[in-house]
């Protein structure tokens, strides 16, 4: 659970322990808690010079850290006083107040810890972040230049940077497999507000004038799958989700792949309601016709399938399947 997505709820202001202390004694386990900006620090930009032979504008910054001695570069045998890290964002100056991620740290908008590298035969330990890459915005285009702090301070006592809270949810508790059960939660034991997202879906979307001259929906195994629903909507582009949206699910531990999945990844993270999304056409081109033949069936014996990650699954009559017309879909 993402603290910062917690907090879209609720006004979760207490420390992360106090948080996590209330959940136990409310009777919901807490495995862990990841603090994914820990080691990420303000520093100054002492001086810039371009890096050699770059033809893309790549500099050397020099750092000041202030106190600030991260573990990382002193197991590396890297002396913090008068760091330098290869950039090349285009808007810093010497002066600035920046933020640096040392070898280790995860920033929140980033898929990955960061290394080492070796750019020009430079050595550059660590990075200087965006604020799409803090996961408090969506300018990847440069640095995030701090308006305040000092050398050396943690981050996240100036950023509202995010922590993960690993939740041990027992099968009695459906209802907090999602940052909204959590939050309530929360707000229950602390004597908050809960605020919950608006779910309404415009009627004309589910109307059956809308939905059935485009798709047709047959359950084939009400057992399995005592209910499923569908609606249409046309007249989207596929391409990236906005950067704090990627931010929140990489926060949970789920990959990014594209603005029609990640939307329905983070809808099911936020609210708890399982959603897939399907190609229209492709529905209505396995089914030969003008309208998208959806059924919900067990799988066929030798019947294969390949998932969002590109492997081919074989699949079995126990496997439920959604298909497009007689095909399985992805």
Request: glycine residues 10%; contains cysteine; aromatic residues 2%.
């Amino acid at each position: 659970m993402s603290l910062r997505w917690l907090r879209d709820f609720a006004p979760l202001d207490a420390p992360v322990d106090h948080l996590v202390e209330t959940l136990v004694e409310t009777g919901t386990e807490v495995g862990a808690v990841e603090d994914v900006a820990a080691d990420i620090v303000v520093a100054r930009v002492v001086a810039l010079e371009p890096v050699a032979g770059s033809t893309h504008g790549l500099q050397l910054a020099t750092l000041d850290l202030g106190a600030a001695r991260p573990r990382a570069l002193l197991e590396l045998g890297i002396e913090p006083a008068g760091l330098q890290v290869v950039t090349g964002a285009p808007n810093v100056a010497a002066g600035d107040l920046i933020a640096y991620a040392p070898p280790g740290s995860r920033p929140p908008g980033m898929d990955e810890p960061v290394s080492v590298r070796t750019v020009r035969k430079v050595r550059s330990p660590g990075v200087l972040c965006s604020a799409a890459e803090l996961g408090v915005g969506d300018d990847d285009s440069g640095l995030l230049i701090l308006g305040n702090g000092e050398p050396g301070q943690q981050m996240r006592n100036v950023l509202d940077l995010d922590a993960v809270i690993d939740v041990e949810v027992t099968t009695n508790r459906p209802d907090e497999l999602c940052h909204v059960g959590i939050a309530r939660e929360l707000a229950a034991g602390l004597g908050e507000t809960l605020s919950e997202p608006d779910g309404d879906i415009p009627d004309e979307v589910l109307s059956a004038a809308w939905v059935e001259p485009r798709a047709s929906l047959e359950v084939e195994d009400a057992i399995g799958c005592p209910r499923f629903m569908a609606c249409v909507i046309e007249g989207v582009v596929v391409g990236p989700s906005p950067a704090w949206m990627q931010a929140r699910l990489r926060a949970v531990g789920l990959r990014p792949i594209n603005n029609i999945v990640d939307v329905t990844n983070y809808v099911a993270r936020e609210l708890g309601q399982p959603l897939h999304a399907f190609d229209l056409d492709r529905f209505i081109a396995a089914g030969g016709g003008r309208t998208a033949d959806v059924r919900v069936r067990r799988a066929r014996a030798g019947e294969r399938l390949t998932t969002l990650d590109g492997v081919e699954r074989a699949l079995d009559g126990a496997d439920l399947v959604v298909s497009a017309g007689d095909t399985a879909a992805s």
